[in-house]
């Protein structure tokens, strides 16, 4: 049973930058949260997809961006790199449950460093 | 609005018992526990969903206080493979698509 996978695992931009981060879900799950985690912090949340859709997101400016496909995988996409965006980037996927959400399975994470 | 944690960081002998605090400014509708441990992913311990409720796993278990607005994550007979990171989650609202706010962690360092 595979749990979730992110890809890649390091990367390396610099200033102005765009880059593409990707996730597959655990299978079984079909909600999918992205956070950002500087060093030292706890996760910070980005947004969660469900059913294709942005159903909520967190204090991140819109240079900050997703996507989920049918198959539940999701890509974040960040324009415009800020020295500031060098963080670890993870994906947690969920099942959508009846009583509000349920618990989080976390992939190892995408390391993003901006010169 | 970011739950506050406490302690930051706390040391402890093989065997010592830990609390860990998570506590939030507004009403909670769940809380989550998670475990990272240095260049790992979190790894979920425990979710709380009604008030007053308390769960275990292994020798870790937690508590909820509603009307505190807050959760308490015990340790007990701690062993070396607890150390880490504790991070708790926070709820605010009951909804299909809610949203998980995590504090900023207690780091757990058991020695021998």
């Known amino acids: 049973d595979a749990g979730v996978t992110q890809s890649p695992t390091h990367l390396i931009k610099t200033r102005g930058q765009q880059v593409t981060l990707r996730c597959s879900p655990k299978?079984?799950?079909?909600?999918v949260s992205w956070y950002q985690q500087a060093l030292g912090q706890g996760p910070q949340f980005i947004f969660q997809?469900?059913?294709?859709?942005?159903?909520q997101r967190g204090n991140f400016p819109d240079r900050f961006s997703g996507h989920q496909y049918p198959n539940y995988s999701s890509e974040l996409n960040v324009n415009a790199l800020l020295l500031g965006d060098s963080a670890l980037y993870l994906c947690?996927?969920?099942?959508?449950?009846?009583?509000?959400?349920?618990?989080?399975?976390f992939g190892d994470g995408t390391r993003l460093s901006i010169l | 609005q970011q739950p506050v944690q406490s302690p930051q960081a706390v040391i402890l002998r093989e065997g010592e018992d830990a609390v860990i605090n998570c506590s939030s400014s507004?009403?909670?509708?769940?809380v989550h526990w998670y475990r990272q441990k240095h260049g790992e992913a979190p790894v979920f311990l425990m979710i709380?969903?009604?008030?007053?409720e308390q769960k275990g796993h292994e020798k870790i278990s937690a508590s909820f206080n509603e009307k505190k607005q807050q959760s308490s994550l015990y340790l007990t007979a701690s062993q070396l493979s607890y150390s880490g990171t504790y991070f708790c989650?926070?709820?605010?609202?009951?909804?299909?698509?809610?949203?998980?706010?995590f504090g900023s962690g207690t780091r757990l360092s058991i020695r021998p």
């Open positions: 989650g926070t709820e605010n609202s009951y909804s299909s698509a809610s949203k998980i706010i």
């Open positions: 507004k009403a909670l509708y769940s």
């Open positions: 709380l969903l009604k008030g007053g």
């Open positions: 299978s079984g799950h079909d909600t």
């Open positions: 947690a996927s969920s099942l959508r449950g009846a009583k509000g959400n349920q618990p989080q399975h």
């Open positions: 997809y469900y059913e294709e859709e942005e159903r």
